[in-house]
Nanobody, 122 residues
Framework: QVQLVESGGGLVQAGGSLRLSCAAS????????LGWFRQAPGKEREFVAA???????YSAGSVKGRFTISRDNAKNTVYLQMNSLKPEDTAVYYC????????????????WGQGTQVTVSS
């Protein structure tokens, strides 16, 4: 079992930056692929970025060049650095973990955090 707790969300103006953190506890953190997803009101949950145990990353096209995912296995934490934020980035952001392969498919992630709200004002 893995427990995930996100933090770092908040209100920011367009063009600003935020860094989300996701702290994991439970089983060995380093063996998991970790992902960030988001869900805006009235929309389906969508993939943002994922990172493998050896820090290979994969990002959605909508955030490429603006968001960066990273992990610190010693601290059992995964980060999402978000720059040049846009109003359309407004959503609840979720951290997720899987022992499977690096993937953008939410259905393959076994563990989820409770989410953190990010609001970008225009």
């Amino acid at each position: 079992q893995v427990q995930l707790v996100e933090s770092g969300g908040g209100l920011v103006q367009a063009g600003g930056s935020l860094r989300l953190s996701c702290a994991a506890s439970g089983r060995t953190f380093s063996g998991y692929v970790l992902g960030w997803f988001r869900q805006a009101p009235g929309k389906e949950r969508e993939f943002v970025a994922a990172i493998s145990w050896n820090s290979i990353t994969y990002s959605a096209g909508s955030v490429k060049g603006r968001f960066t995912i990273s992990r610190d296995n010693a601290k059992n934490t995964v980060y999402l650095q978000m720059n040049s934020l846009k109003p359309e980035d407004t959503a609840v952001y979720y951290c997720a973990a899987t022992q499977g392969a690096l993937t953008a498919q939410a259905r393959f992630y076994d563990y989820w955090g409770q989410g953190t709200q990010v609001t970008v004002s225009s």
